[in-house]
């Protein structure tokens, strides 16, 4: 079994994300305890709009998970060279590929449309008497099973007859399991199930169908663009929370000193965050990317693999998108903190000799959490969508590596050409609209039960 | 014009509704304004005075639905009249002024612009006639100098001429009845009763009907002809105010009437050993100026304050906000760095240890806060609260002596052992101080600052929370430093009484001395504004 024959592969980015799930796994196991949070949460997962939007995350969280488990297959010894060494393949392979079942391997010479059979293009071709014509080409992994090109659409239907089949069985079975499990829940489950039934089957049709066509066709370089769409999914929700993560403990950190010492500290944080804020963001980020990637440039020996020189600069981005944009947050969490300390809990802490990290620890920063956490989810949306506006002007992620932002930097040329190449944008935009809408409708619903100023937030209270 | 007594407004079973939640707010509020008589609507905030009055005027947020009810003007219901009439209403019939003047202002505007631009919406002045008639009215609500203050701006009056113009403002167009929402209590005591004065005087020489809204008896009584309590939406007493003061028929009533009780027994002063000596002791907040933050100035918070608090004494801080007994209160918690002067506890001089140095006198030294719903931290339990001390201040107990502890100081302060699992949002108000004095007493203090710690809570609850802190000093001899801008607690609970104004102790002495015999100005002026029950 070739399987077995792997090597493990732990990029930067795949260790940072799966410490990113740890620490967010046991953030929420410890704030089980407090019934305040408790009940925010509860009250927005009694929406159902909370649920679908939050499963709908969790889907795309979880393709990132599986897109994030990397390995390099190991190659058949070369035939007549008597070796015990193992070669691996240079190229990184994820469990998300595995499952997707080798839809990023079906290359094609160049462009299609969407369960085309034949190519986007002309080209030159020999016919059966050896005359040179140039006529449409068939694809190579498209519709190869069919007896006449008249089959396509009986096939098509015929595939996603079995496709649903299999779905649906499969959502059976796991919507199944959580009905036993979560049975007498006062949360409204049964939209979080519809959209995970829609999910599975929407899944396993993409898979058996994109073995015999291309679903949303292929790109100039003949990849298909459903596997790419996919891939950018890592990209983007990974971008999303570590250039977060990057951002609070410098945003939280400098906010919660400054509001809480006051005096000269305050003094310096203010004077880092005027200064950061008032050079143009998009500009700084261009700059830094662009030095980073002559370090990249210069000292090649240090990645084993291109994959390695795309992550790195995935993650300086990460750094440096997090590191640009703590100021707002950090605004925010000094105007609290100076709330907070001026509150009789902090001046009572004071008058029992309580210490200076004890009142940070156990009074300041459980009351700032809401802000943090609010921003969190707002902030999200905006650095994916950062990221496509990068990539669109060529500073983004390394273009080996799927994003959405680079598909719509090449949708550029392509909506010119005539007829037009619609299918490459159609498949970012629907992927990332998906995720952008999710979020954005699930930060609204978090920041109306956490923010103590929406009235609905107190109402338990 | 009509005669005196007419009634010039009814209000008819006025019912008011939350719209989301349908609870009710008010609960069918009737009453009668008579011409040059003053209708004082009193009660605790929340009762629904405010309310009543924007109701009646058609202003009520969107949240509150009037439901069912009268107000009638001249025998037409304000209610059937359509939005346009109601705006010739408002302002031509029905004046209303509000608590602060400053932000009713507009600060951009020369006050006589803006009383002429009232003038000129109603009335068919213009020019020279306008100015004189703005003048005029300046002249009449005691504003000196009226012809220069025309043109000067809001900001550069203080708070009883910027009210005075608003009143100015609300009689330009002479209207019939005048609304005055809480007028006085942005005010100094002095000033208070100068306002007063002047709505007193308005409403005879103009035979205005006034709805007086406050909360404040002493306001009541010097100013009211007829008073109405109300207590959750509902007026639940109406009586002319002298038979009111002498004779009130509801508890609630003489509990908010919170008048000096008694001025023949006074607590005994008993000579003792002095716990904390106060020389001379100043806070001074620097005024920081241009580029560089040069101290330019200071702002004198205390001035140079000198008293004495005995072993199980309690001493009594009266002042205004803003007198600075607050921040007397942090210096001597060293919670802000006094600029000069001593303070003595037990001898030492604490006043300028370091946060660690100062660490044992922490456990001597307590304080109960103002507002108890900010006092705790919302996201630790009630034991936890209790503990912090116990636990930073090294008490050498045991985790189980502590859980012990706080049982019996749970007990002390009539609460459930098992409030200790929850959390503060679930208590009430008075249930909350309570367990602010369990988590003070429990590194057991010999001195608690306690800081206006009853102004927060209804006058029902009050007394049973300075019942408690009274019994609390009799069983452990601790002492209380009790600032308090109500002078009504004072005889029952003092043994000494300092009177602060601008940051200087003006006065001080034993409560008896202060209460019967003041000799400064100032504290007879504060004296004043608390009514007697002179019960016959």
Redesign the interface.
Known sequence: MWELDAKPVLLWSDALVFMLVIVLCTFFYRLRN???TRERWSQVFSSRLGMVTFTIIMVYVGIALLDSLHFRRALASPAGVETTEVFYDNKVTSVLDLMLDGMGDRYERTYSAPLALKSFEKSDMKDEHGNLVRDYEWLEHAGRHLASPADKWPDLLRLTGIALAWGLAAAALVVGLQWVLLRGSAYPWYASWLVQAVVICFMVWLVSVSHYYHVLGTDQGGTDVAYQSLKGIRTGVLLGTLSTLVMLPIAVTLGVMAGYFKGWVDDVVQYLYTTLSSIPGILLIAASVLLFQVYIDLNPDYFAVGMEKADARFIALCFILGLTSWSSLCRLIRAETLKISQ???V?????????HR?ILG??IL??VVHIILITFVLDFSSLVLAEAVLSYIGVGIDPSMGSWGNMINDARTELSLEPAVWWTLAGAFFFMFMLVLAANLFSDLVRDAFDPRSGSGRSG? | MSAAGDIRMQVRDLRVELAETGEQILKGVSLELRAGQIFALVGESGSGKSVTSLATMRLLPEALQITAGAVLVDGQDLFELPEASMQSVRGRRVAMIFQNAMSALNPVQTVGEQVAETLRLHTPLRGDALRRRVVQLFSEVGIPDPDSRFSFYPHQLSGGQQQRIMIAMALACEPDILIADEPTTALDVTIQEQVLNLIRELTRSRQLAVLLITHDMGVVRHTADEVGVMYRGEIIEREGVEEFFHNPKQDYSRRLIDALPDLTRFQSVAVEEPLLQLEDVKVYFPIRRGVLQRVVDHTRAVDGVSLSIGRGETYALVGESGSGKSTLGRAILNLEESSGGRIRFKGEDIGALSRRAMLPYRKLIQVIFQNPFSSMNPRLTVGEIIAEGMVSLGMGLSAGQREERIGQLLDRVQLRREYRNRYPHEFSGGQLQRIAIARALAVEPELIICDEPTSALDVSIRAEVLGLLQELQREFGVSYLFITHDLSIVPSLAHHVGVMQAGKLVEQGSAEQILTAPRHPYTRALLKSVPRLDRA
């Open positions: 407090d019934p305040q509150l009789g809990y001046q009572a802490a004071h008058a029992f000799g309580v210490s004890r156990r009074h459980p009351n209270a």
